[in-house]
């Protein structure tokens, strides 16, 4: 099980949270622009990276609050949180 | 390639089974190729064999990162059926299961595919209406399914408990009974030997680093850690590592790679006669010839490609096994294990061609890919060699996700499969 660092709890057992997949997808502002291309490119395309990975997270169990964090997808350990809104941190460091 | 026989056997045992050569080749990696297929497990190597057998192309390589039969072939639970809610879904898994049914005498090796059931329980009122709604689907498509009453289901499986006072009571199953097991290995082996017979060069420790591609976009070959290989066909069959290969040809994927983890008991004398899964508490559980429990758990709900899972996945399956098969509560478990999957949006495959011309990919199995095994291998391999869909794999395009045309097994089934 992982220890996820909330950044508003600290670190928590996995089973506290839900993972809410990629993060920093943006919905297109105007949808009646794109064609379906571009629709099923913001709706399906994932980058699934070995190695760093943004995903979001939601601490469902504790304080219910929306989250990011960066992650290597191949050790599972967890490089950085920051709140929504924030823009990615650098991962050059990360494990 | 020595045929295996009651006269082979006979003679070999009369020579102290001194005479067994090796089952296939190790060759060199040739400059080029007509065709190559990235990834050496059942799926890759099945597609190399229907290359050869039904399409004449033999000057063919496998490309295997580690060994055949290494990944997903070698980390799942090796359940067959094809009783999906879809007419495509249904045509393909029930494609599949037809050429189960013929596979060793084709092979000239035994799989060990054992047609003893497979038996899906109900827990709630829902679950009856959607299995049986799956009963009568099934049987419009031609596929044997039927509804099995709870005392009938004790029937069927004795192990069960359909006691009235636990958590999720039994209230029926629906049972496939051409649906069963296969010896994963086996498979893999199998259709290796079979197609290193017809010519096809297996080329282990061999991992891409590199899809090269022409002036016009078309495929040229791969890079790899054995030296450059020529091809104007690649077939991609790399299961948890798609996303990975096919960036390499600059094709985006809808997949995410997650966990699913497995787990065997010690070996015990033959106590469950069928394939039990449930959907509602998550339980999948089968014994396998040589006397192990065979058990499945979920999927991690995180991209990962560490081939571990969380310890409360696995957890969270034996509390449901342990409660349908109070019998099992002392059994202990000898080891547990991960693969990665690939999953799709709508939790079907992609079997098809690709936006590069020469490039072809078989991948979103997610967490059910091993049944599939000969009817995906065959459709790919129709696929590469006309560079047109096989009819059964036509609508399982990379584009549905693009024209909307989804096969919503997910929706269908409501969990993974």
């Known amino acids: 099980m992982l220890l996820v660092p909330c950044p508003y709890c600290g670190p928590r057992p996995e089973v506290e949270f839900r993972c809410g997949g990629e993060a920093h997808i943006a919905r297109p502002a105007d949808p009646d622009a794109l064609d379906d291309a571009a629709w099923a490119e913001y709706l399906f395309i994932r980058k699934s990276p070995k190695g760093v990975h943004a995903e979001r997270w939601l601490h469902a169990h504790g304080c219910g609050r929306w989250f990011n964090a960066l992650r290597n997808t191949v050790s599972d350990a967890f490089i950085a949180s920051y709140e929504m809104g924030q823009p990615r941190p650098d991962s050059a460091g990360g494990r | ?417």
């Open chain 2, 1 to 417: 390639m020595r045929r295996f026989s009651i006269s082979s056997l006979l003679s070999e045992a009369l020579n102290a089974h001194q005479g067994w050569s090796r089952q296939w080749r190790n060759p060199e990696p040739k400059p080029a190729y007509d065709a190559i297929i990235i990834g050496g497990g059942g799926h890759g190597l099945g597609a190399a064999y229907y290359l050869a057998k039904e399409h004449g192309l033999t000057n063919i390589a496998v490309l295997e990162k580690g060994w055949i039969g290494g990944g997903n072939s070698g980390r799942n639970t090796t359940i067959i059926r094809s009783n999906y809610l879809y007419d495509e879904s249904a045509a393909l898994y029930e494609h599949a299961v037809k050429l189960w049914e013929g596979l060793s005498q084709d092979l000239n090796y035994n799989v060990m595919f054992s047609q003893r059931g497979v038996l899906m329980l109900a827990h709630t009122q829902h679950d009856v209406q959607s299995f049986k709604r799956h009963v009568y689907a099934n049987r419009l498509n031609g596929i044997d399914n039927e509804w099995l009453t709870r005392e009938e289901a004790k029937a069927f499986c004795p192990p069960l408990n359909i006691s009235p006072d636990i958590r999720y009571p039994v209230m029926g199953a629906a049972l496939q009974r051409r649906g069963g097991t296969a010896r994963h290995d086996a498979v893999v082996w199998g259709y290796a030997r079979a197609a290193d017979a017809l010519g096809v060069d297996i080329l282990q420790n061999c991992e891409v680093t590199a899809i090269t591609r022409g002036p016009d976009g078309a495929v040229t070959g791969v890079e790899t850690t054995r030296g450059p290989i020529r091809a104007k066909k690649i077939g991609v069959s790399a299961a948890g590592h798609t996303s990975m290969v096919m960036a390499m040809a600059g094709v985006r994927m809808p997949l995410e790679s997650f966990p699913l983890q497995a787990l065997v008991s010690e070996p015990v004398k033959p106590c469950f006669p069928c394939v039990l899964m449930s959907n509602a508490v998550h339980a999948y559980i089968s014994q396998s010839d040589k006397g192990e429990l065979v058990i499945g758990a979920g999927t991690d709900q995180y991209v990962s490609y560490s081939q571990q899972g969380g310890l409360h996945i696995t957890t969270h399956t034996l509390d449901a096994i342990c409660e349908l098969f109070p019998q099992f509560t002392r059994m202990k478990m000898l080891r547990n294990w991960g693969g990665i999957v690939d999953v799709t949006p709508d939790r079907s495959p992609i079997i098809g061609k690709t936006p590069v011309p020469g490039l072809y990919v078989n991948c979103g199995w997610g967490t059910g890919g091993f049944k599939a095994t000969p009817g995906s291998a065959h459709v790919f391999a129709h696929t590469i060699a006309r560079d047109a869909p096989h009819p059964i794999n036509a609508p399982f395009t990379l584009d549905r996700f693009r024209t909307g045309r989804l096969i919503d097994e997910a929706a269908a089934a409501a969990v993974a499969h």
